[in-house]
């Protein structure tokens, strides 16, 4: 069974940092392409950063909005996928999602099959 489970999400200030964390269980032999999405209030859900690990080093890919600021990495013996957060915005404040899925993509949340159960960051000024 495949589960997703997300942890690191807080309260921060703007300018700091954050590091998200995703737990993969049962993904192993499924597939190698995994993403960070957030979703606001009122807003769509949007694509973050994407890791495709079936590469050394992995391959990945940043919105533009997160771009420079987050780092998205793996690490296989823990088979958890991290997403770094600095110079954190007050438009940062989201529900943060990781997912899994079968394409190298950050245009559409359809491209993910499996889905976190989401955590809170919440960033003020």
């Known amino acids: 069974q495949v589960q997703l489970v997300e942890s690191g999400g807080d309260s921060v200030q703007a300018g700091g940092s954050l590091r998200l964390a995703c737990t993969t269980f049962g993904l192993t032999y499924i597939t190698k392409n995994m993403g960070w999405f957030r979703q606001a209030p009122g807003k769509e859900r949007e694509g973050l950063a994407a890791?495709?690990?079936?590469?050394?080093?992995?391959?990945?890919m940043y919105s533009d909005s997160v771009k420079g600021r987050f780092t998205i990495s793996h690490d296989h013996a823990k088979s958890t996928v991290y997403l770094q957060m600095n110079e954190l915005k007050v438009d940062d404040t989201a529900t943060y999602y990781c997912?899994?899925?079968?394409?190298?993509?950050?245009?559409?949340?359809?491209?993910?099959?499996?889905w976190g159960q989401g955590t809170l960051v919440v960033v003020s000024s």
């Open positions: 997912a899994a899925g079968r394409t190298f993509s950050l245009d559409s949340t359809s491209h993910y099959d499996w």
């Open positions: 890791i495709y690990i079936g590469t050394a080093p992995p391959s990945t």
